[in-house]
């Protein structure tokens, strides 16, 4: 990652981060204590959940990964990485992957009712031949679907 991408990224969680103080102090200002908690309850849920990327890989895939995570939020997707086995991310990087084959699958999970956001699970394992993805979603038609990105 450049350092214009992690400009770009350190603007985006600022963003975001400014964002939830708002939030928060709206339900505080219309006095509703209840839901300024649930909202901050989910805000320490999806920060533990989102520690697995800086957990379980080298600084320069955490850094990508969690750039893709990010994006994934603009599709209106919450990424959550269920396991990663991956040292060198430059397969990903060559096909904008996990992104990429996100907004392909995302016909067989959502639900055009839904008010939430959708959650997809994705597991990353480097193979020698690249990288296998494997995403599965509450709503997912097939089960998991594995996508193959090569080198």
Avoid: W
Wanted: proline letters at 2%.
């Amino acid at each position: 990652m450049d350092e214009q991408q992690t400009l770009n990224l350190l603007r985006r969680v600022r963003h975001d981060f400014g964002n939830h103080l708002q939030v928060i102090l709206g339900y505080i200002d219309l006095g509703k204590p209840a839901l300024t908690r649930q909202y901050l309850i989910n805000l320490v849920n999806e920060m533990a959940a989102e520690r697995l990327v800086f957990n379980r890989a080298n600084p320069e895939v955490a850094l990508y990964l969690y750039e893709q995570l990010l994006l994934s939020r603009d599709l209106g997707v919450i990424l959550r990485y269920d396991e990663i086995q991956l040292e060198s991310i430059q397969t990903l990087m060559k096909n904008n992957e996990p992104l990429r084959s996100l907004e392909q699958l995302l016909g067989g999970c959502q639900d055009s009712d839904r008010d939430e956001d959708l959650i997809v699970y994705l597991e990353i394992y480097e193979t020698e031949h690249g990288v296998d993805l494997l995403y599965s979603c509450e709503n997912m038609e097939k089960g998991s679907i594995l996508i193959e990105v090569r080198k």
